[in-house]
Nanobody, 122 residues
Framework: VRLVESGGGLVQAGGSLRLSCEGS????????TAWFRQAPGKERELAAA????????TYADSVKDRFTISRDNAKDMVYLQMNSLKPWDTAVYYC????????????????WGPGPQVTVSS
């Protein structure tokens, strides 16, 4: 399984970005895809996760009502739409996939992308 993210960059506070994660290989063996983020000096934390089969989702409290995770199974893509971005959303954002239902623990995910940088300026 290989994951490739795109869509990171620099944006002003209040702006929006959309991250994309494209899977390839035996992705049918994993049905949960998540977006984690890690800011400098902080632990990696879950931002959002989706069950790609039934569409259920979970979000960190800090991103609820601002971020939306979605999937396009025909294209093997998962997206993270980020609106009303805040400076504290600045982090490296990682796409990860695994088989544990909507887990917020990084150890539950088997495959990871390299992670694009998202920087929100004030």
């Amino acid at each position: 399984v290989r994951l490739v993210e795109s869509g990171g960059g620099l944006v002003q506070a209040g702006g929006s970005l959309r991250l994309s994660c494209e899977g390839s290989g035996r992705t049918f063996n994993t049905y949960v895809t998540a977006w984690f983020r890690q800011a400098p000096g902080k632990e990696r934390e879950l931002a959002a996760a989706i069950n790609r089969v039934i569409g259920t989702t979970t979000y960190a409290d800090s991103v609820k009502d601002r971020f939306t995770i979605s999937r396009d199974n025909a294209k093997d893509m998962v997206y993270l739409q980020m609106n009303s971005l805040k400076p504290w959303d600045t982090a490296v954002y990682y796409c990860a996939t695994g088989q544990t239902e909507l887990s917020n623990s990084p150890s539950s995910y088997d495959y990871w992308g390299p992670g694009p940088q998202v920087t929100v300026s004030s």
